[in-house]
């Protein structure tokens, strides 16, 4: 059984940075690709970012330059390093991750985590 954790989630002030881990365990084998999708109060979920397993990554236009998606495999962990956060991206944010896509924000994704509280104060 596949079980994401993710953790970093915090409170921070607008532009500041947060690291947010996500590692995968019940499996040896690496995902294709993995990734960071959010939830906003009173919005639907969107894709933030995701990383192959060759490195290709991809990005949403709103986070794009801010936000860093990093992985290491042989951990079946996917990171975001999220930098000058702003109000906007206050959003629970899930970890997911595909065995044969290679992400981005139409692939399907096969298991998902929890989520971890992000909340940026202006």
């Known amino acids: 059984q596949v079980q994401l954790v993710e953790s970093g989630g915090g409170l921070v002030q607008a532009g500041g940075s947060l690291r947010l881990s996500c590692a995968a365990s019940?499996?040896?084998?690496?995902?294709?690709?993995m990734g960071w999708h959010r939830r906003a109060p009173g919005k639907q979920r969107e894709f933030v970012a995701s990383i192959t397993s060759d490195g290709t990554s991809n990005y949403s236009d709103s986070v794009k330059g801010r936000f860093t998606i990093s992985r290491d495999s042989a951990k079946n962990t996917v990171y975001l390093q999220m930098n000058s956060l702003k109000p906007e991206d206050t959003a629970v944010y899930y970890c997911?991750?595909?065995?044969?896509?290679?992400?981005?924000?139409?692939?399907?994704?096969?298991?998902w985590g929890q989520g971890t509280q992000v909340t940026v104060s202006s």
């Open positions: 997911a991750v595909s065995r044969y896509y290679r992400g981005g924000s139409t692939s399907p994704y096969d298991y």
């Open positions: 019940g499996t040896s084998v690496p995902f294709n690709a």
